[in-house]
């Protein structure tokens, strides 16, 4: 971030000293201020083109960019293991949650469970309609990840 901050800076002053030189360039000669003041503009367009893109993938990037984030987008999204409804329809935000991730033993819908995971997998399958993830896979951790988390806020 500071180094998009920086990029910033440092393309807003070529844009100022750019303008400065091409009104100076100006009123001293005209022709010959006119085509550096095009080389200028088509670089400061250029790069300032380049920091668009580079912000816009940095941006998309760091959205999700840790495990905990992923989880979060898991647990907001209503379509996560081929279920019908996310789970912060009944857990708003991860409200209720908090022990979670501290606990071993879970007694959820009628059953016992003895690790996060078993307990997130009873609410895909029973809860959300979905399909029980593999405890080990990549977005089952994300998502307890996230559960472990909200302990921490
Ligand atoms: C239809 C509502 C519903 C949905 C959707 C749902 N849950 Fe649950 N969840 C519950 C209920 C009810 C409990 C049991 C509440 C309790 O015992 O405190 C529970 C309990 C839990 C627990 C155990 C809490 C504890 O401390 O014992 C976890 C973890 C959990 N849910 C995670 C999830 C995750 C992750 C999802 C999405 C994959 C999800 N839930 C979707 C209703 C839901």
Not at 110 to 139: P, W
Request: overall charge positive; proline content about 1%; glycine content about 12%.
């Amino acid at each position: 971030m500071l180094f998009v901050c920086n990029l910033i800076c440092l393309l807003a002053e070529q844009g100022i000293s750019f303008l400065k030189n091409h009104d100076i360039g100006h009123k001293a000669n005209y022709k010959s201020s006119f085509k550096g003041g095009k080389v200028m503009r088509k670089r400061f367009l250029l790069s300032l083109g380049f920091l668009v893109l580079a912000f816009a993938f940095t941006s998309a990037y760091a959205k999700h960019h840790t495990a905990e984030e992923r989880g979060k987008a898991h647990f907001n999204n209503p379509t996560f293991a081929g279920g019908k409804k996310s789970c912060s329809t009944c857990h708003p935000d991860g409200r209720g949650l908090e022990g979670a991730g501290a606990k071993t033993k879970f007694s959820i819908m009628g059953g016992e469970q003895g690790s996060l995971e078993e307990a997130i997998n009873i609410c895909i399958v029973q809860a959300n309609k979905g399909t029980a993830q593999d405890v080990n896979s990549i977005e089952m951790q994300e998502l307890s990840s996230y559960i472990r988390s909200l302990g921490t806020r």
